[in-house]
């Protein structure tokens, strides 16, 4: 069984409020000191990817990210955690839509012996877009399963959980199928073993051009353009509801909540 | 020069944060509990400590520095003292396992086998005994006695200080075995079990290091339980404490840059005449001095490990960062008790707790008035500096 997860690299969502600025002449967040990381979400997926490994015989699982050289970070933490093979499509994703970045993984998933299950998160931390899972399924030509927080191995696909506003789901997922990931107290990236991020060291990489993957790079060139890109402004806002017990201050709440039309 | 870390570098230190993070930092609240109950110095207790530590093994961390031939990681000094300042980010005392004093490598086969292989398992527990009530920074000057008498050697004398006394089932002694050549020759090591014959009793101090007084009285050590050479115990014994003098300061960086931390936040939340406190200059200042010297100290405590990587003396360095980093966390600690005021002065908070703790890290491994003596001394002898860009 062949499992591929998406991996992004993203500034660390984690950097206090105080610290985030814009540099107004790239409209991009200021990046210079602030630290990357895995996106959180990639994470469960992989750590999903991982535990599916476990739980079965010959699962092979691939880590693949999309991005610029330092995007390498993502992949190196991935082969500490001991995935099978980690390749990186190195080409500039700035000014790409999402159904552009599909069609690159799309591409870059071909190349690579047929996945049962491609795994990505429900979103990136860096534009929370969402968007990934499904234009990827609809490029790979697979279903795709969004909200997923748990998978085990099922007669001709999966089990998935998938988490619905109302509770859980229980599903039947056939191969092969993308799923995207979302978080769980189940499904937390586990951390690396320091003889495995030894043992990575010498691991190589595959590295494929974006030029030699889409000659021409037609159909994934720049396609938007970022016209002006502001920081909303914050606003500070304290009301407490006091009450004389728990009740009365959850009636006073709903009170309030309803007369400022948030509910 | 490239100050970047590896991706395998930054790939441990989350792997040492992911493990601070989810199994030390929970303890924080209730060794804060046990500090209210007076009884915080007993906390972790040890079966709690080896449950971490197995919990901890479960990643790799275990024998950081121990070889790799003996289960451990081999990790060289400027990591270790890195995951030394991430461990040390939480209040709560920990260790890891796997660890042996470096100088029983030093040891026999049989002697490895009998003390340093069970170290390592967390089957015995060791301790380092030179200091004496007489010879604390002189400690060319110690006067236990370890007089031959056939096969064995009869010690004789009193160690005072000594970390993890009170719980070691065997000490590395140091006594006098040729009082004519002192330090040149004549200090010798010796494995000694508690079970020939010597005592320990606990001293209570302002902090949470519980050191021991052992009392050796004519207590009986088989010659094959000289540890190295006969008068060449002195040596060892340096070579012990040149390791303690760059992780002692890793430990102190670590401290102090949680300290600041909560410094910062409580300057950013604290309200007086209707500004937070971080807003006056006051607060600032005190923020900036700690800041400047916790990185100061980041540099020379890694610089120092560097240079002892590369097998480069480095004792001059290594002096200057424990007196810098021994020095910084007190003022660091001062600081931050200082912005957070009357809550700092309770047992609410960890934070009288660590000014207690870390007033030892001026004194332990070398008194700033050591390390003092060591730099001029370099300075002087114009061997300071030697070599810095080799």
Redo the contacts between chains.
Sequence with gaps: MHLVVLLKRVLDPEIPQTAFSLDPERKQPHALRHPYVLSVFDGNALELALRLREAGTDVRVTALTFGPKAA??VL??AL?LTVDEAVHVLGEEEGLTAARKARVLAAAISRLPSPDLVLCGRQAADWEAGQMGGMLAEALGMPCLPFVSSLSPAAGGFEAVQQVESGQLVLRLPRPAVVTVTNDPGNVLR????????A??GRGLTTIALQDLLPGTQGVEASVETLALRLPAPQRRAEICEGAGPAEAARLLARRLRELGAV | MDFRLS??E???L??VQ??VQSDLMPLEQELQQAELEGHGQDFPDQETLRRLQLKAR????WGLQTPEEYGG?ALGQQMTALITMEIHRCLVPFQFGGAADNILFAGTQEQQREYLLPTIAGERRSCFALTEPTAGSDATNIRMQAVAEGDDFILTGEKIFITGGNEADFAIVFAVTDRGKGARGGITAFLVDREMGFTSRYIPTMGSWGPARLTFNQVRAPRRNVLGEVGKGFELAMRWIVNGRVIIPARAVGRAQRLLEMGVDYARQRVAFGHAIGDYQAIQWMLADSEVEIEASRWLVTHAAWLQDEGIDNHHEASIAKLQGAQMVNRVADRVLQIHGGMGYTKELPIERVCRDVRVFRIYEGTDEIQKRTIAKDLLRGTAGLGRWE
């Design positions: 390498e970070d190196r933490k500490a951390a690396a073993r320091i003889k495995d991020v030894m990575a060291r | 991706p395998e930054k790939l441990i989350e792997t992911s493990f479960e990643l790799g961390l990681l």
